[in-house]
Structure formats: C-alpha cells, structure tokens
C-alpha cells in the first residue's frame, strides 16, 4: 500500500512544533508524497511555498504543492508556477479552486477559465508531475456524472498523469467512478481521497460545499461526540481503515490522506492497515 498525505502550513508558532512532530512521524511511513495546501481563493501561495522549503530543508520527503486558478490573473499564476520549480517542487496539484464565500464560479477577467487551461500552463513551463481533483459524487457545479467524466478525461489530455478523488463516504462510488474510467480508456492513476472524519460538524459543512453526501450510518456514529475528541479520533481512524480496506480488496493500491492537520489519527490508520513503518528520516536542523 502507497499513501501520501496533504498538510496545511502551520499558522503559528506553536502549530509550528506540533506541525513539525508531525511530519516526522508522517515521515516514518515513507509516503510517495506529501502535498501543502494553499489558502481559500487561490489566497497564500507564500507561505506554501515557505513550509514547502522548510520540509525540503529538513528531510528527504518527495513534495507537491497545490495551486489554483480562481480570483488570479494569468500573470499572477505563472509566477506561482515559477516559484515553485525556483523552490525545488516538481509536482503540482493543479485545481480551478472555488469563489469566496461559496459564490458561483466566475474565471478572472485576465485568468485562466479552467482547471484544464491550468494544467497545460503547467505543463508548458516546466516539466512538472500534474495531479488533479476526480469526483466519485458529482461536483456541486456539474451538470452530469458523464460531463465530469468528460473534464477528467480532458485534464489528462492537457498533462495531467494523477487524480485524487474528492473525500467520499460511499465506496462503492469510488469503484464506480474507478470502472468509468477504465470503461472510458482514460489513462490516469485514480487514488482515493481519505478523509478522516475527526470533526464530524467541520467535515459535514466541508460536505455540503463539496457536494459530497453523509450517510447516515457515518452520521450515527458520531452523533454527541462534539465533546469526546479522544472517542472522535478512535473512531475516525476506525471508519477510514474500514474504507481503505474495502478499497484494497476493490484493487486500489495508493491512497491519500486529507488529514486536515490531525496528525494522531493517520498514522493510527496506516498501522491498523499494516501500511510499512520506516525509521523516522533524520532532521537537518
């Protein structure tokens, strides 16, 4: 089993030292990548590409970074895409990004219009690993699961080599999304987005957003634990091991990890699916 994780930059000085206590404990479980977040709107490329710096500094990882289209103009973006090959990072996870304040999309006047016109300029001015966003439950702004099957299958044509799924609760739509796919001839490596559930209100708002449905058995499960964050963090990893194994036995071989900074929780999941540990990698500082 591979499985790689996405982090968000630390926001201040004491995130900071969990954030690195983290990352060495992520480290242990030799992830094919890690990936840092940038913020809400395409917003905080910098402090993206300083925590990518940082990691790189410190330890052998192998790193993405995330970058956006929404609310930026072309120019603004090419040069995000210059920072980050100027910083050592050779992959990108390449993404339209939402509006503000769940506003409908609308591409900058001087932008890029798409996730696809993204994917070619990041092709085009280095040659970057591009990995994307599927969607096993169709994205809020879809018309149909066929047309996000059509955007899938044009991201590759522009670059694109990997797709991460959005977070999903219905494995058998994973599978779904994963025979599509196939059936469709579209050759990209599909990797399952796992989000374990450790706030279950903050998780289900980030759901509706994303138009990602809740079943009922996950909310039942949860239902007045807001106060038990020690029984959350037990059961979040317990619901995510579930699903990963149920993955594995549909073929899924890499897995990665939204672990939207709770770090307890996706080591717990690894160990409980015998995903090999290493020994922590050495600090360079």
């Given at each position: 089993?591979?499985?790689?994780?996405?982090?968000?930059?630390?926001?201040?000085?004491?995130?900071?030292?969990?954030?690195?206590?983290?990352?060495?404990?992520?480290?242990?479980?030799?992830p094919s990548f890690v990936s840092v977040t940038c913020g809400a709107g395409g917003s905080g490329v910098?402090?993206?590409?300083?925590?990518?710096?940082?990691?790189?500094?410190?330890?052998?990882?192998?790193?993405?970074?995330?970058l956006t289209c929404v609310s930026r103009s072309r120019a603004e973006v090419d040069e995000a895409i210059?920072?980050?090959?100027?910083?050592?990072?050779?992959?990108?996870?390449?993404?339209?990004?939402?509006?503000?304040?769940?506003?409908?999309?609308?591409?900058?006047?001087?932008?890029?219009?798409?996730?696809?016109?993204?994917?070619?300029a990041v092709r085009g001015s280095a040659p970057f690993e591009v990995s994307v966003a599927a969607y096993?439950?169709?994205?809020?702004?879809?018309?149909?699961?066929?047309?996000?099957?059509?955007?899938?299958?044009?991201?590759?044509?522009?670059?694109?080599?990997?797709?991460?799924?959005?977070?999903?609760?219905?494995?058998?739509?994973?599978?779904?999304?994963?025979?599509?796919?196939?059936?469709?001839?579209?050759?990209?490596?599909?990797?399952?987005?796992?989000?374990?559930?450790?706030?279950?209100?903050?998780?289900?708002?980030?759901?509706?957003?994303?138009?990602?449905?809740?079943?009922?058995?996950?909310?039942?499960?949860?239902?007045?634990?807001?106060?038990?964050?020690?029984?959350?963090?037990?059961?979040?990893?317990?619901?995510?091991?579930?699903?990963?194994?149920?993955?594995?036995?549909?073929?899924?071989?890499?897995?990665?990890?939204?672990?939207?900074?709770?770090?307890?929780?996706?080591?717990?999941?690894?160990?409980?699916?015998?995903?090999?540990?290493?020994?922590?990698?050495?600090?360079?500082?």
């Amino acid at each position: 089993m591979t499985v790689s994780f996405e982090l968000f930059p630390p926001r201040n000085a004491q995130a900071e030292e969990h954030w690195w206590s983290a990352i060495e404990r992520l480290s242990a479980l030799d992830p094919s990548f890690v990936s840092v977040t940038c913020g809400a709107g395409g917003s905080g490329v910098e402090a993206t590409v300083g925590a990518l710096r940082a990691i790189a500094t410190r330890t052998n990882l192998r790193l993405a970074g995330h970058l956006t289209c929404v609310s930026r103009s072309r120019a603004e973006v090419d040069e995000a895409i210059a920072t980050y090959w100027d910083a050592g990072v050779r992959h990108i996870l390449a993404l339209r990004g939402d509006m503000p304040e769940g506003a409908p999309f609308a591409p900058h006047p001087a932008g890029y219009a798409s996730s696809v016109e993204l994917i070619a300029a990041v092709r085009g001015s280095a040659p970057f690993e591009v990995s994307v966003a599927a969607y096993p439950q169709p994205h809020p702004d879809s018309l149909s699961p066929a047309k996000d099957l059509e955007w899938l299958a044009r991201k590759v044509d522009a670059g694109a080599t990997r797709a991460i799924t959005q977070f999903c609760f219905d494995t058998d739509a994973i599978v779904r999304l994963r025979d599509h796919v196939d059936r469709a001839g579209i050759e990209v490596n599909l990797v399952p987005g796992i989000m374990p559930a450790t706030n279950f209100a903050s998780m289900s708002r980030m759901a509706r957003k994303c138009g990602v449905r809740v079943p009922a058995w996950l909310e039942s499960r949860f239902a007045g634990l807001e106060e038990d964050r020690q029984m959350r963090m037990m059961l979040a990893a317990i619901v995510a091991a579930e699903q990963v194994d149920q993955l594995r036995r549909e073929g899924f071989r890499e897995f990665h990890f939204f672990t939207m900074n709770n770090y307890d929780v996706v080591p717990a999941v690894c160990r409980l699916l015998d995903a090999e540990a290493a020994e922590p990698q050495a600090s360079a500082a």
